[in-house]
């Protein structure tokens, strides 16, 4: 990381943590060239960074200022989905997501895709392809059921950070994190169960428990603090839940992370009504805050947790390698995986297995963190810029998706067929309810590089938005209604 964006993130989090408040003046250039070593013109570029990001302003011959529209966009409402089993449906919606390959003509907003395009993934390309020229044979082989030892290994190290004491023999490597609740799902249920899920919820975890014939439960989440205990108790209560399956930290799409002492006491929910809890850990790693926080299967003591995660986010999708840690549930995952996708493929577990031991993962992991940060902060912006007044915007603590809350009778469906037009794709709410809720919301990704050309399509979805609301005011419904 550059040293400007080294100062940048270290005064973006002084900013954030409140130790700088809306509207103070910031400490003058000279005075941080000199607190931090640096060069004057690296903390101008510092200064520019922030300002790009909306924090900081700069005032003529008085310097610089947290910027006092720093005030954040209203939250997202706490959600308020159908309280009763249901079945999944929005597969067309989400085979309109994902059916197509990323287009050059097509901004996609919406798609859950890392930045892969930073130089600190070198080093896992060359391992890559050093297993390839140097024909070692290994990695054209089966390896073990549970994967390959050496990545199980790392992985059991760096899940140390999450406060997880697991040994690498605990641990099942999988094509990717879906195929770790897959597996993990059919593990502990039956078709016809019911799992309680956060809402909104990932809709590759909702078309999972479709394509088993399970029923979801969907419980209130309050965008800041997760799923509401209160109404998991009720819902635990009236009805015979097997699971409950959820995103505590950084989560799909809302961004929280669920605070400690909640996490703690869902456990104790799951152990008063005898349930288990699949934990989706995907986005944990890219938490802002350092340490990472806690999964709840760190407090996890009779192994009724199953912890879920995959390289898809933190690394690159294309590279398919996942793992779950299932707890009690190890030779029933084992035996689901077998007769599902047997042996995970072996050359891109023993290149990630090297990428990690060398401390290049932890070294992109940082990267990562500050550049999403960064870029969630100028995305808000934008959208606040862009978007009708009374937009809600959620505010993520780590991973790299916004959830954008509208006027309730907006339809982004009806959006999305407009933008598709304009060479842009967004991710509808619809998708990330079981019943079809959250019409009305969308998810939009910030991983990327923010260019000119990203601006300008969130502009233009901001535009179609107002166009389409004031196509549909009442006034002229009523002058519609007359003319006919």
């Known amino acids: 990381m550059t040293r400007y964006a080294t100062l940048a993130a270290l005064l973006s989090q002084r900013i954030e943590q409140g130790l700088y408040p809306a509207g103070d003046r910031l400490p003058s250039v000279r005075a941080l060239s000199l607190e931090h070593g640096v060069s004057i013109s690296t903390v101008q570029q510092a200064y520019r960074l922030l300002e790009e990001s909306q924090l900081v302003e700069a005032r003529p011959k008085s310097g610089y200022f947290v910027q006092r529209r720093r005030t954040l966009a209203e939250l997202p409402a706490v959600t308020r989905p159908v309280q009763r089993p249901v079945d999944i449906s929005q597969w067309e919606q989400v085979l309109e997501l994902i059916r197509n390959k990323p287009r050059e003509d097509v901004i996609q907003l919406g798609r859950g895709m890392p930045d892969i395009s930073e130089p600190t993934l070198k080093p896992l390309t060359k391992a890559l392809g050093t297993l390839g020229r140097h024909g070692d044979l290994r990695s054209l082989l089966y390896d073990s059921i549970q994967g390959v030892i050496g990545l199980r290994e790392q992985i059991a190290r760096l899940l140390l950070d999450s406060g997880c004491q697991i040994s690498a023999d605990q641990l099942v490597i999988t094509t990717g994190c879906h195929e770790a609740l897959f ?75 669920m605070p400690e002492e909640r996490k703690q006491r869902l456990l104790t929910l799951a152990q008063r009504y005898d349930v288990t809890i699949i934990e989706d850990d995907v986005y944990g790693d ?199």
């Not at 078709?191 to 439960?217: E, N, R, W, Y």
């Not at 995986?337 to 401390?359: D, N, V």
Request: hydrophobic share 35%; aromatic share 8%; with cysteine.
């Open 183 to 257: 597996t993990g799902l059919r593990a502990v249920c039956q078709p016809g169960d019911i799992v309680a899920v956060d809402s909104p919820c990932f809709h590759g975890t909702m078309q999972t428990l479709k394509g088993l014939g399970m029923k979801a439960l969907e419980i209130p989440t309050d965008p800041l603090t997760g799923i509401s205990l209160e109404a998991l108790e009720l819902a635990l209560e009236q009805w015979p839940v097997k699971t409950i399956l959820l995103t505590p930290n950084c989560n799909n799409p809302l961004g929280y992370i």
């Open 286 to 484: 890219i938490a802002y805050q350092y340490p990472r926080p806690r999964t709840i299967k760190s407090f996890d003591e009779d192994g009724r947790v199953l912890l879920c995660s995959s390289f898809s986010k933190t690394l690159a999708p294309g590279l398919r390698i996942g793992w779950i840690a299932p707890g009690r549930y190890l030779e029933r995952v084992l035996h689901m995986k077998y007769i599902g996708t047997g042996s995970t493929a072996t050359q891109p577990q023993l290149a990630i297995a090297e990428f990690i031991r060398h401390g290049h993962y932890l070294q992109h992991l940082r990267r990562m963190r500050t550049r999403y940060q960064q870029n969630r902060d100028v995305m808000t912006g934008w959208i606040m810029k862009y978007f009708p007044p009374g937009t809600r915007v959620s505010q993520p603590r780590g991973g790299f998706m916004l959830w954008i809350e509208l006027d309730e009778a907006f339809d982004t469906l009806r959006l999305n067929r407009h933008l598709e037009q304009q060479g842009v794709q967004i991710a509808v709410g619809s998708i990330f309810s079981a019943s079809g809720k959250y019409r009305n919301c969308l998810r939009i990704n910030y991983a990327p590089k923010l260019t000119p050309e990203i601006e300008q399509a969130v502009q233009r979805v901001g535009e179609t938005i107002q166009m389409l609301m004031l196509a549909h005011t009442p006034e002229r419904d009523i002058t519609l209604a007359r003319s006919d």
